[in-house]
Antibody, heavy 120, light 111 residues
Framework: QVQLQESGPGLVKPSQTLSLTCTVS??????????WSWIRQHPGKGLEWIGY???????YYNPSLKSRVTISVDTSKNQFSLKLSSVTAADTAVYYC????????????WGQGTLVTVSS | QSVLTQPPSVSAAPGQKVTISCSGS????????VSWYQQLPGTAPKLLIY???KRPSGIPDRFSGSKSGTSATLGITGLQTGDEADYYC????????????FGGGTKLTVL
């Protein structure tokens, strides 16, 4: 059974960079065939796709966030990471990591989510 | 403003049936598979329906999905109080700004 677990600071100051890591267990990122994704949910709001990465390093980002987002993968640790720069209060959200099967357009496994608050 | 349009809320009594609509366009629903996610209060979303009408293992057949043109529908029969949740549709949008899009979510209340 694949499991995903987000980790990282719960509080980030405005203008700084938000950094989160997703650790994957029960499966290998380097085995290929999946897009490793970040999705966020503003408080009381809907879901917003941030982007995803293939194990080879190919990335796909939401155009509205592309200038501030970097998603990377560390196959040796079976982890992938999110960096979101120049954050503001509008980036306060629950951040989820999720897996998408490359050949199938849906997210089949999700992490539990982690709340990141942007505040001074 | 979400690219995919869902009703903010629906409600029905236990045992009844409810449908949740998801409306899009030719660049998303019209030419791509739709998936549905259930988000119980305080939890992460869970895959409910994929490829328009397929259920993952463990999802009861009370849940069904369909697609017609640029709209998709989630159906839930035999409503239970445990079905109270937010439901989201999602698909790929293959417009110039290619991205994954979700609906705004629908809150299901089982009266």
């Amino acid at each position: 059974q694949v499991q995903l677990q987000e980790s990282g600071p719960g509080l980030v100051k405005p203008s700084q960079t938000l950094s989160l890591t997703c650790t994957v267990s029960g499966g290998s990122i380097s085995s290929g065939g999946y897009y490793w994704s970040w999705i966020r949910q503003h408080p009381g709001k809907g879901l917003e796709w941030i982007g995803y990465i293939y194990y080879s390093g190919s990335t796909y980002y939401n155009p509205s966030l592309k200038s501030r987002v970097t998603i990377s993968v560390d196959t040796s640790k079976n982890q992938f990471s999110l960096k979101l720069s120049s954050v503001t209060a509008a980036d306060t959200a629950v951040y989820y990591c999720a897996r998408r099967i490359a050949a199938r357009p849906h997210f089949d496994y999700w992490g539990q989510g982690t709340l990141v608050t942007v505040s001074s | 403003q979400s690219v995919l349009t869902q009703p903010p809320s629906v409600s029905a009594a236990p045992g009844q049936k409810v449908t949740i609509s998801c409306s899009g366009s030719s660049s998303n629903i019209g030419n791509n598979y739709v998936s549905w996610y259930q988000q119980l209060p305080g939890t992460a979303p869970k895959l409910l329906i994929y490829e328009n009408n397929k259920r993952p293992s463990g999802i009861p057949d009370r849940f069904s999905g369909s697609k017609s043109g640029t709209s998709a529908t989630l159906g839930i029969t035999g409503l239970q109080t445990g079905d109270e949740a937010d439901y989201y549709c999602g698909t790929w949008d293959s417009s110039l700004s290619a991205l994954w899009v979700f609906g705004g979510g629908t809150k299901l209340t089982v009266l």
